[in-house]
């Protein structure tokens, strides 16, 4: 543990509110600036925002690495981010989600996808890592039988009913975890996929369900649709209230890293081979998509995040969408006259594994986005203006 270090590197975050403002003659500047907020000894799976600990106002990070450490940053808006290692599996975790799911315990839980303890590539189970005291508290809330890659949590369908929770693995299955009084939880079934894909990728077989999203109800209904992307190319929907209807919509060569929501009732997924695809509705019950970006082979996509990020530069405008993957570029997507344009605004050191986009960062305009991956860090990219 003492290898893990956390770096306070507080750069000015909010100084630039009290500069002096440039030549009338110039338009306002916005540089992106990354904050490393945690350099661990692995590379990390996933980052998600949220509030576990109740006590600070402000939204937090959780990471998960590949060692199986849980890193919890208390970010302040960027004004004195501290960071601690708070759960360790000593195996990987991947599945990440942060949601107030269990009636036993006040505010919200983080909620892991983890290896059996200490044994990577053996088992898999959900664990539940809940603020306690002074402390971290930790126990398994389910058994996958296979690795948890992905986790959604599913608002209650009416008011005062359960979160549910999602999750995704690697045996190609999407299972609903339901909470009850008490602490116990039941699972059932969503959907089981096939174990083989004739894949191109050389791990084969893939059945690794990569990624699970709730999508926004096109009537406001409370969200209740799952839609799930694996390593194998598939995509996969699932009306969660409506036993038996999940179905592959769409198979990609070359397999799929993440998916995202859109601002309606789509999603946006992207590719280990570099397309990115905005699926909406049919309109007869289907799902049909277009191809936003290719961003080529070789950069296997990790990372597509919805939000408000503002264009580097003077030329004004903000980019509502970001990527990230094995190329190691973040890349803002920008609707042009001809379809969208990536602008540049950030290289890692490593690969990228997972982003985030929130609202860090108070004042600014602008959401901020998490990333990290093999560079072992996290990192915060703030836009200054
Ligand atoms: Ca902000």
């Not at 264009?311 to 970001?322: I, N, S, V, W």
């Not at 993957?325 to 990536?342: I, N, Q, T």
Request: aromatic share 8%.
């Amino acid at each position: 543990m003492n290898r893990i270090r956390s770096l306070v590197l507080v750069a000015p975050v909010l100084a630039f509110g009290a500069c002096a403002t440039p030549a009338a003659t110039s338009a306002a500047r916005v540089r992106w600036e990354p904050v490393v907020v945690w350099e661990g000894d692995s590379g990390f799976e996933t980052v998600k925002v949220g509030r576990p600990d109740s006590s600070d106002p402000d939204l937090q990070i959780v990471g998960v690495d590949q060692a199986g450490h849980m890193v919890h940053v208390a970010f302040h808006g960027g004004v004195a981010p501290a960071a601690a290692v708070i759960y360790e599996n000593h195996s990987e975790m991947t599945g990440l989600c942060i949601a107030d799911a269990d009636p036993e315990v006040p505010g919200e839980e983080i909620y892991a996808g983890c290896y059996e303890p200490g044994q990577d590539g053996v088992g898999g189970n959900v664990v539940q890592v809940v603020k306690a005291g002074g402390g971290w508290r930790a126990r398994r809330i389910f058994d996958a039988g296979a690795y948890v890659h992905g986790i959604a949590a599913v608002p209650p369908a009416t008011p005062g009913g359960p979160v549910r929770l999602v999750a995704a693995t690697y045996a190609n299955e999407l299972h609903v975890l339901t909470p009850h009084a008490g602490g116990t939880w039941t699972s059932s079934l969503a959907y089981g996929g096939p174990r083989t894909f004739a894949d191109p990728q050389p791990k084969d077989p893939r059945p690794r369900m990569k990624d699970v999203v709730i999508l926004r109800d096109p009537a406001g209904r409370a969200p209740h649709e799952a839609f799930a992307v694996v390593a194998g190319g598939d995509v996969v929907y699932a009306d969660l209230d409506r036993p038996g209807s999940a179905k592959v919509v769409h198979q990609e060569e070359g397999g799929y890293g993440r998916v995202c929501v859109d601002e309606a009732s789509g999603a946006y997924a992207c590719g280990y081979w570099g397309r990115v695809q905005h699926f909406v509705r049919d309109g007869a019950g289907g799902w049909k998509f277009d191809v936003i970006d290719e961003e080529g082979k070789s950069s296997g996509l990790r990372g597509i995040v919805t939000g408000r990020f503002p264009l580097p530069g003077t030329r004004g405008g903000d980019a509502p969408l970001a990527l990230y993957g094995f190329h190691a570029l973040c890349r803002l997507l920008v609707e042009g006259e001809a379809g969208y344009d990536p602008v540049t605004i950030f290289r890692d050191s490593g690969r990228g594994h997972t982003q985030i986009a929130a609202d860090l960062v108070p004042g600014n305009d602008a959401d901020e986005i998490v990333l990290s991956g093999y560079s072992k860090k996290i990192v915060v990219l703030v836009a200054r203006r």
